[in-house]
């Protein structure tokens, strides 16, 4: 992906079918395709006139989106959100027989939950108690802690100074035409596609303070 003006839908780093039976290959499709390509031309459309912003990263237009012209603060906040968090989201997802966490991440799980079951109940609860359209999210905080925290619609972590390990989309387009409205069915598949491998350097990024790259 571009890092910055124009931004681009990259591919995403596995086929469409690849996390069967767990998200169904349609669901990849209209997600990837539809839903996030038009956060992707929503936000460069906002941006267009706007040449001073054409450098911004992502991370610094919603990092900094109060600091923006009035008139398009809601727009940038609002898409590059949605292009950052679904990015994060497709990029935290695998099919491998890797099912459970590696490394320093898995050690940080157990000392904070308990076990990886601990974690799972209440990343699990997290997910299901998102009200309406958002994200249920393993991120670390400034003092090192892990915590599970939730973001209405495309709110990011990002703004609240977390930084972000592994994400859930839990808007009803990422699993109504397979799960229907059984989010809690949708949640445990997709626990069994978790990079785990992906969310271990994340956690190691996280934890060197280097994700960020504004
Ligand atoms: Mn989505």
Request: charged share 20%; proline share 4%.
């Amino acid at each position: 992906m571009n890092d910055h003006y124009l931004f681009v839908n990259k591919p995403l780093p596995y086929d469409y079918n690849a996390l069967e039976p767990y998200i169904d290959t349609k669901t990849m499709e209209l997600h990837h395709d539809k839903h996030l390509q038009t956060y992707v031309d929503n936000l460069n459309a906002t941006l267009k006139n706007y040449p001073a912003l054409h450098s911004w990263s992502l991370e610094k237009l919603i990092i900094n989106a109060n600091r923006l012209p009035k008139e398009i603060r809601t727009s940038v906040k609002n898409n590059a959100g949605g292009v950052y968090n679904h990015d994060f989201f497709f990029q935290g997802m695998v099919n491998s027989q890797v099912k459970e966490p590696v490394g320093k991440l898995s050690t940080a799980i157990d000392k904070t939950f308990g076990s990886y079951n601990g974690f799972k109940t209440k990343f699990k609860q997290a997910a299901l108690s998102v009200f309406g359209s958002g994200y249920s999210w393993l991120v670390l905080d400034r003092l090192g802690n892990l915590k599970i925290v939730t973001t209405a619609n495309q709110d990011t972590p990002i703004t609240q100074n977390l930084c972000p390990i592994l994400t859930i989309d839990v808007w009803e387009h990422a699993y109504y035409l397979k799960h229907y409205n059984k989010r809690v069915d949708y949640i445990d598949d997709w626990f069994q596609v978790v990079n785990w491998e992906k969310a271990e350097e994340n956690y190691l990024k996280c934890k060197m303070g280097t994700n960020s790259k504004v």
